[in-house]
C-alpha cells in the first residue's frame, strides 16, 4: 500500500521544466509587450494561484521582454522585485503585460501587469472577470557584478543554521503529500524534543524562528524561478505557535520584495529555507525569508512579506496554512 501510494505521487509530482514559462502573444500597446500563460490548479493554494508562483511567471515575462527589446545587454540579470497582490487570481489563463520604466547604464527597470480570472468558470452565465491583479517591479542590473563594495557579515539572523543530513529528517505529515503543489517538492526539517514528545518541525527561539530543507521532487536543478517561487511557499512561522490558529484567521499576503543576492549556482539540489517573524500585531505581521546554499550557507534570496490576518467569518480560515506542519 505504502508502495503504491509513493508511486502515485511520484507521477503527480510532475517535472517543472518549462512551467515558469510564457507564451508572447501580439502587441496591442506601443512601447509594451503582452505574454500569456495557462496556470494549473497542480499551483494553487486553496484554490487561489500561488503567490510566489505568480512572482515567477512575471519575472519569466520581464527576462522575455529585456531580450527582445534590449538584445545587447546580455549580462542583464535580475537583482530585486517589488510585487504587489491587489487580490486573488484563479487558476486559467493569465495575461502579463510588460512595459519599461527605466533604463540607464547602471539598471533596467520593468513593470509587469497580471489579469486573470477573479471567479470560477464554473459560475454559470457569469464570464469570469480579468482584470489587473497583480503588479510586480523588477530591477535589472547591467553592468559588471563583481565590481563594487564587498565585505564579510555576520549576521545573527543566521546563527545556529542546521545540517540537513545531521540534525533533520523528512517532514512526514499528511498534509505535505495532500496538495499537488507541496508534493513537488520534498521538505526536511529540524523537529524540535519538548518532555511530552509532540514536537514541531523546524522551529527554534518560541516558534517564530523557522528552518525547512527543500528540493524538487524529481531532484531537479533549483533555478531562479524555482527559487522565487519558494520564497512563497507558506512557511510562516505566525501559524506555527498554535494548532487552531490557522482555523481562526484568513491570511492575505499584501506584497513581497524580493533581493537577489547572488548568481544561483549550477545543479543547485536543495535549499535551506530560514524564515522568521519580528512583529505580529493588530492582524498584521512580517516573515523574512532567507534562501540558503547549504553547501556553504550563503545567503541566495532575502525577501520579506507583509501579511494581513484578519479574524475568519464563520465557517471561513485554514486558507494559507496547516495546523501540525
Known amino acids: 500500500m505504502a508502495s503504491s501510494q509513493t508511486t502515485q505521487q511520484d507521477a503527480e509530482a510532475v517535472s517543472m521544466r518549462g512551467v515558469f514559462t510564457v507564451k508572447a502573444v501580439s502587441d496591442d500597446q506601443i512601447g509594451k509587450s503582452s505574454y500569456a500563460i495557462v496556470v494549473k490548479e497542480d499551483f494553487c493554494f486553496a484554490g487561489h494561484i500561488s503567490g ?22 546580455s549580462k542583464t540579470h535580475v537583482i530585486s522585485s517589488y510585487i504587489q497582490f491587489f487580490r486573488n487570481m484563479l487558476s486559467g489563463q493569465v495575461n502579463l503585460t510588460c512595459g519599461l520604466v527605466s533604463n540607464t547604464s547602471r539598471q533596467i527597470v520593468i513593470k509587469v501587469e497580471l489579469a486573470g480570472s477573479t471567479q470560477p468558470d464554473s459560475i454559470p452565465d457569469i464570464p469570469p472577470v480579468k482584470i489587473t491583479s497583480v503588479l510586480a517591479i523588477f530591477t535589472f542590473r547591467t553592468n559588471d557584478p563583481t565590481d563594487g563594495l564587498s565585505q564579510q557579515i555576520s549576521s545573527p539572523a543566521l546563527a545556529n543554521l542546521p545540517d540537513r543530513e545531521k540534525d533533520c529528517s523528512q517532514i512526514d505529515v499528511p498534509f505535505m503529500n495532500y496538495l499537488p503543489m507541496t508534493r513537488k517538492f520534498r521538505w526536511w526539517s ?23 530543507f527543500i528540493r524538487t521532487a524529481e531532484s531537479l536543478p533549483l533555478g531562479i524561478h524555482e527559487l522565487t517561487w519558494i520564497v512563497d511557499l507558506g512557511l510562516q512561522p505566525p501559524f506555527t505557535l498554535d494548532d487552531d490558529l490557522v482555523l481562526r484567521y ?75 506542519l
Open 190 to 212: 529540524p523537529r524540535s524534543s519538548p518532555s511530552d514528545g509532540k514536537g514541531v518541525w523546524g522551529h527554534h527561539a518560541g516558534g517564530n524562528i523557522r528552518d525547512v
Open 52 to 73: 510566489g508562483y505568480i512572482n515567477a511567471i512575471a519575472l519569466n515575462a520581464a527576462e522575455q521582454f529585456i531580450s527582445t527589446n534590449f538584445p545587447s545587454n
Open 250 to 324: 484568513e491570511v492575505a499576503t499584501l506584497n513581497i520584495t524580493i533581493e537577489y543576492k547572488k548568481p544561483i549556482p549550477q545543479q543547485l539540489e536543495w535549499v535551506l529555507v530560514r524564515t522568521h517573524s519580528n512583529v505580529v500585531r493588530q492582524g498584521r505581521y512580517d516573515v523574512d525569508c532567507f534562501i540558503i546554499d547549504p553547501k556553504d550557507n550563503e545567503v541566495l534570496l532575502l525577501a520579506r512579506h507583509v501579511v494581513l490576518a484578519k479574524t475568519a467569518s464563520r465557517g471561513r480560515g485554514g486558507t494559507r496554512q496547516s495546523p501540525n
